[in-house]
């Protein structure tokens, strides 16, 4: 780790492939929008010598100058995987997201990794949204550390930046959370601000000046001891207290000296535990600078205490048929089993997809199945299919570079997978496999849209398959009752990022229009209707006369009819025919178009012609008795109902039942959760809640969470269902 009082063998580049698991660190950065992540990745390649000089990684090493704009946007919106090589281990790190519509990103990059690198920024604290995460990660045991960053900003204060970290993820354990290295700060500018100029290291007591563009290591004065202690003794007592030998802590405050290898050791397999969270301190790199602040720590607390992928659980797998497969944790020479943790298309290679292989090892050119996980619901197909992988290749930044293998544990790109999805699984097609998917966000906010124009429609289905092909947290909808076509997506943000891609990627302009939720209409009070269809025109004519009564039903109960007919006025074989008009009239709607449901209809008399009668003549007839009882009748317009769970802080509770009730929703009940959080229940009309995910991420600052169920239709209010007839009579 970088306390080691060790020198460091020469950066050695970008990784490719390695040949064994123990050799790989697979590494998610997560951090709010802003915080740094993306900079502190290519400090980080910087240092292990992957790009030329401080800038980007997007060029493929060297720093042009013209900035690729689009490109450097589109890193911002989704998961990008940078390989790097360090101390003879292959680091894979994640990219992620820091925009909340993006964290279905955020989720792939967790499934793929073994451990969380936490990035905050000095000057702008620490989220909800990243509380949230941690929890998520503290959930499954994955080991994490924070780097705190931005430490060039006015009144960045490191040490009370290490406060707030353990006030917000420590829990009942704020001394899991300490920092490894203190900054260390050059002479004050006219601004009264010192910048950071290296660190220095709590265990070994030793200086690591930047102030040259490399790290040199040096001795402290012995004027700066004394500020040292108090921290290097805290981080000491934090480390013992999750050592496994339990008599460490009676030695050590006995009075015996712990040996720095012990300290580190146990800091290494703390952290690799998960038990114990090092904080460390990072900044930009000089100009010209070979190495930025706090990089080579980091590498090596990376590759030191960082588990490697025999220490990551393998998620669940069973056969296609369902039956629970043991596998030994990242076995090499195992069955293969690896998942696509990403779909991306590229206009000259095509799609490509980001896996992460589990068990065995995945070679170019080779067969293997791909099985789905039944997201039918998303719009995205079911897959049990055979396919051949294309070539493997590292990606960084615009470039690939072809790989013979990826082995357990390591993380791939394969070019040319034309079925597999994202979440589908890989393995071998003598042996096919299925891994237990991870859980994804539900996307509740609706994007109704449509063609902009014929050549559009021509190529919009091609173009929405493989937009939801890339992304499983995006549902398409085809709504047979609004004839809408709808995408549902995460947030605005996520909304607008799918209509470019739809438009630079796939050549399709869209335009958004309202949507529309499914509306129902329903008999208020009991109606009688005649049906009568009487035409004669030369040859057999048409004869048929129904006479019905409709009366309204509880909510559910759907369409009933009754045949009540005496004395054979409606033949036998007619009585069907009669039923089936009035069910296709009612789905049609009996006066705005909506479908009429919760009604009981009874056939109680009728006429019929021993040559003329039908059953098309008896199908018109039921349609036009039921229409004209419905135009005798009452209508109520009914509407979709859902019921909401809204997962908050306890701070904003009142706030949002109180805009829950101005919803027109009914708050059925409360319920604490642990982590200071309340799950709010309310059954709220649909029509009220299409922007509820943009309204409740502004309420509650990103930190709530909610869901919605489809309940039932109930009548809306007169003066909410005048207002909707005269939106309909407007459109139409």
Known sequence: ???????????????????????????????????????????LALTAGAVNRAGRVEDGGTVSDHDDIEHRQQRSVQLSLVPVEWDSIKINLLDTPGYADFVGELRAGLRAADAALFVVSASDGVDGSTRMVWDECAAVGMPRAIVVTHLEAARADFEEMTRICAEAFGGDDPDAVLPLYLP??????????????????????????????????????????????????????????????????????????VELKTLIQDLERAVARGTFFPVLAAAPAAEGAKQGIGTVELLELITGGFPTPFEHPTPAVTTIDGAPRELKPCDTDGPLVAEVVKTSSDPYVGRISLVRVFSGTLRPDQTVHVSGHGLADRGHEDHDVDEKIGALSAPFGKQQRPVAHAVAGDLVCVARLSRAETGDTLSAKDDPLLMEPWQMPDPLLPLAIQAHSK?????????LARLVAEDPTMRLEQNQDTHQVVLWCLGEA????????????????????????????????????????????????????????????????GIEFVDKVVGGAVPRQFIPSVEKGVRAQAAKGVVAGHPLIDVRVTLLDGKAHSVDSSDAAFQTAGALALREAAADAKIHLLEPVAEVSVLIGDEYVGAVMSDLSGRRGRVLGTEQTSGGRTLVRAEVPEIEIGRYAIDLRSMSHGTARFDRRYVRHEPMPAQVAERIREQERAAS
């Not at 492939?17 to 951090?31: F, K, M, Q, T, Y």
């Not at 950071?196 to 004027?223: A, H, N």
């Open 1 to 43: 780790m970088g306390d080691k009082a060790q020198s460091h063998p020469g950066a050695a580049g970008r990784a490719t492939a390695a040949d064994h698991p123990a050799s790989i660190r697979n590494v998610v950065l997560v951090g709010h929008s802003g915080s740094g992540k993306t900079t502190l990745v290519e400090a």
């Open 184 to 257: 260390l700060h050059g002479s004050q500018g006219p601004d009264g601000h010192a910048p950071v100029t290296g660190l220095v290291g709590l265990l070994t007591q030793k200086l690591f000046d930047y102030s040259s563009g490399e790290r040199k290591e040096s001795e402290p004065g012995e004027d700066q001891l004394p500020d040292l202690t108090e921290a290097r003794n805290r981080l000491i007592e934090g480390i013992i207290a999750e050592s496994e030998d339990e008599t460490l802590m009676d030695r050590y405050l006995g009075g015996e000296q």
């Open 494 to 557: 996520h909304a607008d990022v799918a209509l470019e891609r739809l438009r630079s990627r796939y050549g399709v302009q869209v335009d958004v229009v309202p949507h529309q939720v499914s509306l129902r209409e329903t008999f208020a009070n009991k109606s009688a209707g005649r049906g009568r269809h009487v035409k004669q025109s030369g040859g057999h004519g048409q004869y048929a006369i129904c006479e019905i009564e409709v009366e309204p039903l509880p909510g559910g109960s």
């Open 455 to 463: 050549a559009d429609e021509d190529k919009l289905s091609q173009g």
